[in-house]
């Protein structure tokens, strides 16, 4: 087994890993292909090689196999803590720190006075002086006014209508991400735009005609495209491409052939 990289005890957590994949006899390829691994991949879990996998995959990649081989890392919190991924916090910046200030006790002034000119007694709105009508030819009869027309019922505050998928500014692409990825899109006329997708920060936004979308660490991007939602089956640190027609149909490559031969072997536990 190779050295491992980190001295801190992270790599604990993949001995833990390898020695649950060996109580229940599964083979490293058979437990990788079962997770959409590569062998190689697992192996560098195992060994504690943080580096063989993109920014932001490890701890991902950690729960999901110790969900499948029945590991409570509740167990080992410390050595979990010590795996790469925790996004740095940035210092903060006085000047915007005082800008948001005053901008929450502007809004709390705001609704102050609205509340008060609701509760503020005082003529309401659309109310009318009611006037008499007198007919001719029957003096001194009342006739009330007709009835106000029927109102269209709009949506009330906290109402929250779904995007149309198709509208004249094109289709609707929409990528959330659980960790960070990074994601490409390149469409006709020469488009080609580059985001880097964060947790809670998703990315919206309206594409005409056919286009082709790349994402690295695919894993953690969930894709919906015209109201559809992709299941591209790509695994956490790999890297994933697809192309999509002028209506948002996505154009799926060929299934690969199986390859040829039985069952993979189970490594036996050492003594």
């Known amino acids: ?3 491992v990289e980190d001295p801190g005890g992270a790599s604990h957590l993949g ?14 390829e058979y437990l990788a292909e079962e997770v959409n691994l590569h062998p190689s991949q697992l192996q560098a879990l195992e060994e504690g ?26 167990d080992h919190v410390e050595a979990f803590e010590a795996l790469p991924g925790l996004p740095e916090t940035p210092p903060v910046d006085p000047a915007q720190e ?14 102050l006075l609205l509340l008060g000119w609701l509760v503020v007694p005082g003529p309401r709105l ?13 003096p001194g009869t009342y006739v009330p006014p007709p009835p106000p027309p ?10 929250m209508l779904p995007e149309a998928p198709h509208t004249e500014a094109g289709m609707l692409v929409s990528l959330r991400a659980q960790d960070v990825a990074d994601a490409i899109l390149e469409g006709e006329g020469g488009l080609q735009l580059t985001r880097t997708l964060r947790v809670s920060e998703p990315w919206k ?15 953690v991007v969930r894709v919906e495209v015209a109201g559809e939602a992709i299941d591209h089956g790509a695994a956490v640190g790999e890297d994933w491409e697809g192309r999509f027609d002028a209506e948002g149909r996505w154009i799926k490559p060929k299934p690969k052939a199986l ?7 189970i490594e036996e536990t050492p003594q």
């Not at 001995?15 to 490293?28: E, G, I, K, N, P």
């Not at 005082?98 to 609704?111: D, T, Y």
């Not at 659309?126 to 029957?138: C, F, M």
Request: glycine residues 10%.
């Open 126 to 138: 659309g109310q009318r002086t009611t006037t008499l009508s007198w007919l001719p030819e029957h």
């Open 150 to 159: 029927a109102q269209t019922a709009y949506p009330v505050l906290g109402d």
């Open 1 to 3: 087994m190779n050295a």
């Open 98 to 111: 005082r800008m948001e200030r005053w901008a929450v006790v502007g809004l709390s002034a705001l609704c």
């Open 15 to 28: 001995q833990v890993l390898r020695q649950a994949r060996l109580a229940r006899t599964l083979s490293r």
């Open 259 to 265: 390859p040829p031969g039985g069952a993979p072997e």
């Open 49 to 74: 090689r943080w580096k063989a996998f993109p920014p932001g995959g490890v701890r991902p990649l950690v729960r999901q196999l110790a969900d499948r081989l029945g590991v409570d890392l509740a």
């Open 205 to 219: 936004l309206r594409v005409k005609g056919a286009f082709r979308l790349r994402l690295s660490n695919a894993g």
